[in-house]
């Protein structure tokens, strides 16, 4: 299974940024894909994902309204589009396959991409 995050780069507050986690058909069929961050000196958190069964979306509520996560079918890819981005928001963003749950919690996920990052700043 290989997953691989795209779409980072610098941005001004305020700005918009739509990360992309390209994976195999199989990979996004048989497997729920979220999103985390890992922003400097903090532990890795998950803040969004998508069940692989019905599209089911979950979001962090810190990131609800500003943050949406969805299927790119043409492109075999699920995305993340941020808004209204903020210097708290500069991390280094992972997308990984696994089980989506309301936990979001990193051990729910068996396999990783390689991390894009992200930095909001003026």
């Known amino acids: 299974v290989q997953l691989q995050a795209s779409g980072g780069g610098l941005v001004q507050p305020g700005g918009s940024l739509r990360l992309s986690c390209a994976a195999s058909r199989d990979t996004l069929h048989d497997y729920a894909i979220g999103w985390f961050r890992q922003r400097p000196g903090k532990e890795r958190e998950g803040f969004s994902c998508i069940s692989s069964a019905d599209d089911n979306t979950v979001y962090k509520d810190s990131v609800k309204g500003r943050f949406t996560i969805g299927r790119d079918s043409q492109k075999n890819a699920v995305y993340l589009q941020i808004n209204n981005l903020r210097p708290e928001d500069t991390a280094t963003y992972y997308c990984?396959?696994?089980?989506?749950?309301?936990?979001?919690?990193?051990?729910?996920?068996?396999?990783w991409g390689q991390g894009t990052l992200v930095t909001v700043s003026s």
């Open positions: 990984a396959a696994g089980s989506c749950s309301p936990l979001l919690h990193p051990m729910e996920y068996d396999y």
